[in-house]
């Protein structure tokens, strides 16, 4: 998995590193017991501090995504193991909401809106 970091991006790069891994997983690029590289090996390979690639995974783990096992690293989840009940359906309609709003206020119909989401879902399911 190839990872892209945009320092000039007004999106913090741990936020950037989080993303891409999300994306990678979704992808089907990570899968369910892969292991992520160590935070040392992964700040030295993308030329960031160690600080950032670790709270990027302490990010990624307080969504539930991966788990962090003392000297063994990062872990990806199996979908099992992650609830996406409760605090994810708040978390996943309030991430929604600035982005539906826009496209509203610039004349998309639900319909326009229900197509474009579908197309993201292709394209992390590689359907396009």
Avoid: W
Wanted: charged fraction near 25%.
């Amino acid at each position: 998995m190839i990872i892209r970091i945009e320092p000039q991006s007004d999106i913090p790069i741990y936020t950037q590193l989080s993303n891409q891994i999300i994306e990678g997983i979704a992808r089907g690029n990570l899968v369910p017991g892969d292991s992520l590289p160590s935070v040392r090996a992964f700040a030295a390979d993308l030329g960031v501090n160690m600080h950032t690639v670790s709270k990027s995974y302490h990010q990624l783990e307080k969504k539930g995504i991966i788990r962090i096992v003392p000297k063994s690293g990062a872990i990806i989840r199996s979908t099992d193991e992650v609830s996406i009940e409760g605090p994810y359906d708040e978390r996943f309609i309030e991430a929604c909401k600035p982005v539906i709003a826009e496209a509203l206020v610039v004349g998309l119909t639900r319909e326009q809106i229900e197509a474009l989401v579908s197309r993201v879902i292709d394209d992390f399911k590689g359907k396009t």
